[in-house]
């Protein structure tokens, strides 16, 4: 079957390698695409400046790369240009990135701006919901009142907001807020239960909030090739939920070097599979303004 990967960060941000280096490598693996998603410019009205998210100085650069390795590798390797913007409450969401020119934009929600957002960015931190764990029970202590459910609360109103906000094509990797939840990476009191109603019943509710939309989802790898997670963000019960709202699915390696250009591959088509899905999505391009698609069968 086909492989496809346009989730894809280089030296531009927080990955190692150039766009050319990535080419080489998905051309030798037999994918037949690839996306290049350096991390979005953070608004500079956040007043945070993070090692992982592309300059905006930089991003003419990233693009002359990427539209290079366009024209390079034509007829070899279909290439394209994305970006993955963060969604940040009060203050940006991909769809501030709509004029940059490029073929597809990529949605996360990394960071969990709290309610009262008060003091969330003073000294400049970024706090992440797939930070490190002292990150995490920094969330939790000081501006979630110590509660972990209100954190995890916040993860999932963040989520639907941004793909109620619009402005993107590919959601990714869905339930990023399980990276840490395990013992042994944090103390049982940050913990969260992940088969609990009061969790899965957010399923639904991004599902339902996709299926308005036209979104793909995505079926990432990321954390299988660094090895933090042992399943596929989303995970297979929760494929399951965007199945039965008919939710098209698309496999991304979220690959910070080229040895995970493919990584984890064949578990995620598994994970599609025991969900019930029958085909997955490959990125086409882009035409008038919409996001182009091809289903591709499963095994």
């Known amino acids: 079957m086909k492989k496809s990967n346009i989730h894809i960060h280089t030296f531009f941000c927080d990955g190692e390698g150039s766009p050319e280096d990535f080419c080489k490598a998905a051309f030798a693996r037999g994918l037949v695409s690839i996306g290049f998603s350096a991390h979005a410019p953070l608004k500079k009205n956040l007043g945070v400046c993070t090692n992982w998210h592309l300059k905006e100085e930089r991003f003419d650069a990233y693009k002359e790369a990427v539209l290079n390795c366009k ?25 501030d990135f709509g004029a940059y020119g490029l073929d597809y934009i990529i949605g996360s929600a ?14 400049g931190a970024f706090l992440c919901v797939d930070g490190s764990a002292d990150d995490w ?18 993860y999932w109103e963040r989520l639907e907001e941004m793909i109620n906000s619009g402005g993107f094509d590919v959601l990714a990797h869905a339930d990023l807020l399980k990276k840490n939840n395990k013992a042994g990476v944090l103390p049982s009191r ?24 036209g979104l793909v989802v995505e079926i990432n790898t990321g954390g299988l090739n660094r090895g933090r997670i042992s399943e596929t963000y989303p995970s297979i019960a929760f494929l399951k939920v965007l199945r039965a709202y008919k939710i098209p699915v698309a496999i991304n390696g979220d690959s910070h070097n080229t040895a995970h250009i493919d990584g984890h591959y064949e578990k995620a ?13 490959i990125f086409n391009g882009r035409k008038d303004g919409k996001a182009l698609w091809a289903a591709e069968c499963l095994p």
């Not at 024209?71 to 969401?93: I, N, S």
């Not at 940050?190 to 308005?212: G, M, Q, S, V």
């Open 71 to 95: 024209k390079e590798w034509r007829g070899k390797l279909d290439v394209f240009l994305g970006l993955e913007a963060d969604y940040v409450a009060g203050f940006q969401t991909p769809a």
């Open 110 to 123: 990394h960071c969990p701006v709290p309610p009262q957002a008060d003091g969330f960015f003073d000294g």
């Open 137 to 154: 029970s920094r969330l939790v202590d000081v501006f979630f009142n110590g509660e972990v459910a209100a954190l995890v609360n916040c």
């Open 190 to 213: 940050y913990l969260f239960d992940e088969a609990a109603p009061a969790y899965t019943r957010n399923f639904e509710r991004i599902a339902a909030a996709c299926a308005k939309t």
């Open 269 to 281: 088509v598994n994970s599609a599979l025991a969900a019930g899905y029958r085909e997955i999505m």
